[in-house]
């Protein structure tokens, strides 16, 4: 009998994930259907209900669901309690157990898909919103000597560095909060965009002099041609850019272990999208 999974989201049509899916079952020859399902702003929880009495399997959460995913939730993953957020919900009768696969993603894309070794690196993390709460505690797990994390209002960026300094991760690195004014004089080998800067194509106020050498600018975001952060980047001089298809592959792939107990081979599905 075919295994059902959906991503729910509000808007959902434009998600990527039902094709992602349907590649990593072919790959691992796993029997399962993945289908997108729009669900009311107001009407989450009874779409997530609805599916689990339709034997649904499993489920991606998008925005802007993802913090109401972490809190319908009967138990939920380390990585899911740090973001106070949910990308991947897993049912057990009418249990739901939840996980945040966003940070696994982003680290997997950066040190096995881009070769970039973040220990011992200098890593600024623009934004401090839910994007950037998902990925913290993978970041600091994977041992950077510095996490500087910048926002626009600077309060949230220290709420957020003081919620990563609790983390026995954290012993190794400095982490350290800012707005962007006082980014002046510092220099860093990764600079990430977590912010929303790029669908509105206005960049937060950043300093000249921003990227150390060989540096790496990651934006999540990702769409075709670059983003306005990577123009930025790429006027600066910086070679090497990368958008957040890699990680929204990488985080399918981590939801597909969850769910299926197998991980599928990433790279023919990130070929594949980029040709598309």
């Given at each position: 009998?075919t295994d059902?999974?959906?991503?729910i989201?509000?808007?959902?049509?434009?998600?990527?994930?039902?094709r992602?899916?349907a590649?990593f079952?072919?790959?691992?020859?796993?029997?399962?259907?993945?289908?997108?399902?729009?669900?009311?702003?107001?009407?989450?929880?009874?779409s997530v209900?609805?599916?689990i009495?339709?034997g649904?399997?499993?489920?991606?959460?998008?925005?802007?669901?993802?913090l109401?995913?972490?809190?319908?939730?009967d138990?939920v993953?380390?990585?899911a309690?740090?973001?106070?957020?949910?990308?991947t919900?897993s049912?057990?009768?009418?249990?739901?157990?939840?996980?945040?696969?966003?940070?696994?993603?982003?680290?997997?894309?950066?040190?096995?898909?881009?070769?970039f070794?973040?220990?011992?690196?200098?890593?600024?993390?623009?934004?401090?919103?839910?994007?950037?709460?998902?990925?913290?505690l993978?970041l600091l797990?994977?041992?950077?000597?510095?996490?500087?994390?910048?926002?626009?209002?600077?309060?949230?960026?220290?709420?957020?560095?003081?919620?990563a300094?609790?983390?026995?991760?954290?012993?190794?690195?400095?982490?350290s909060?800012?707005?962007?004014?006082?980014?002046?004089?510092q220099?860093?080998?990764?600079?990430?965009?977590a912010t929303?800067?790029?669908?509105?194509d206005?960049?937060?106020p950043?300093?000249?002099?921003?990227?150390?050498?060989?540096?790496?600018?990651?934006?999540?975001?990702?769409?075709k041609?670059?983003?306005?952060?990577?123009?930025?980047?790429?006027?600066?001089?910086v070679?090497?850019?990368?958008d957040?298809?890699?990680?929204?592959?990488?985080?399918?792939?981590?939801?597909?272990?969850i769910?299926?107990?197998?991980?599928?081979?990433?790279?023919?599905v990130?070929l594949?999208?980029?040709?598309?």
């Amino acid at each position: 009998m075919t295994d059902q999974y959906v991503v729910i989201g509000n808007p959902v049509a434009h998600s990527q994930s039902p094709r992602i899916h349907a590649m990593f079952a072919a790959q691992t020859e796993q029997d399962i259907s993945y289908e997108k399902r729009l669900a009311p702003v107001d009407g989450f929880a009874e779409s997530v209900r609805a599916f689990i009495a339709e034997g649904g399997k499993g489920a991606n959460i998008t925005l802007p669901f993802k913090l109401e995913a972490y809190e319908l939730a009967d138990e939920v993953s380390e990585r899911a309690r740090h973001a106070r957020a949910a990308n991947t919900l897993s049912f057990s009768g009418k249990q739901v157990l939840a996980d945040n696969t966003d940070g696994i993603g982003l680290v997997r894309d950066i040190e096995l898909n881009l070769d970039f070794e973040l220990k011992d690196k200098r890593v600024l993390l623009m934004g401090a919103g839910g994007a950037a709460r998902g990925v913290l505690l993978p970041l600091l797990e994977a041992g950077p000597t510095r996490l500087t994390i910048a926002n626009r209002t600077v309060e949230r960026a220290i709420q957020l560095a003081q919620s990563a300094q609790h983390q026995p991760a954290a012993v190794r690195t400095d982490v350290s909060a800012c707005g962007f004014d006082d980014l002046s004089g510092q220099r860093f080998e990764l600079v990430i965009n977590a912010t929303s800067s790029s669908l509105s194509d206005e960049l937060p106020p950043l300093p000249d002099e921003l990227f150390a050498a060989e540096a790496l600018a990651y934006d999540m975001m990702y769409g075709k041609g670059l983003t306005s952060f990577l123009a930025y980047a790429e006027a600066k001089n910086v070679e090497r850019l990368a958008d957040g298809l890699g990680m929204l592959v990488e985080q399918a792939a981590e939801s597909f272990l969850i769910w299926r107990g197998v991980r599928p081979d990433t790279q023919p599905v990130m070929l594949a999208l980029r040709k598309s």
